[in-house]
């Protein structure tokens, strides 16, 4: 679990991204981003490069292939953890059957930001509807 210290700073981070516009595979504060970008901006604010390049992906890849991208680059590069906490990285799945395609960051106990299809980033509540879609949780590495 990231310090408090770093939990706080994920969280100032997170903050200063919403009403960023969305923009598919973007990630550029205050220009636009996707969920991945957002994501994305944090790691980049917190190690200042990425871990890794990005691959183009179109905006319906998760419907073409059952392929687990987002989920296996999410435990590549961040720790998972059994219960999210204030600065988790959540990954959801739209239903039960269907791969991991989008995600958000926890910044508070009852909500997360994300980046999603026709709005900014923004905050929604962290209620039964997005708990039931959760398909993990993760938390960004220690900086050393």
Known sequence: MPTSDLSGQ????????????????????????????????????LYDEEPAPLPVYSPDWAERGQSELLKE????FLLPVNAPKIASVLLFRMDAT??????????????????????????????????SRLAGAYNFPEIE
Not at 16 to 22: I, L, Q, R
Not at 23 to 40: E, T
Not at 101 to 128: D, M, P, T
């Open 73 to 76: 680059a999410a435990e590549q």
């Open 10 to 45: 994920i969280v100032e981070e997170v903050k200063s991204w919403v009403g960023t516009p969305y923009r598919h595979q973007a990630s550029v504060k205050g220009a636009g981003c996707d969920c991945l970008g957002l994501v994305r901006g944090v790691w980049r604010s």
């Open 98 to 131: 269907s791969p991991v395609k989008h995600c958000g960051i926890l910044i508070n106990q009852h909500e997360f930001a994300h980046a999603y299809w026709g709005r900014s980033v923004s905050c929604s509540a962290y209620g039964r509807w997005w708990k």
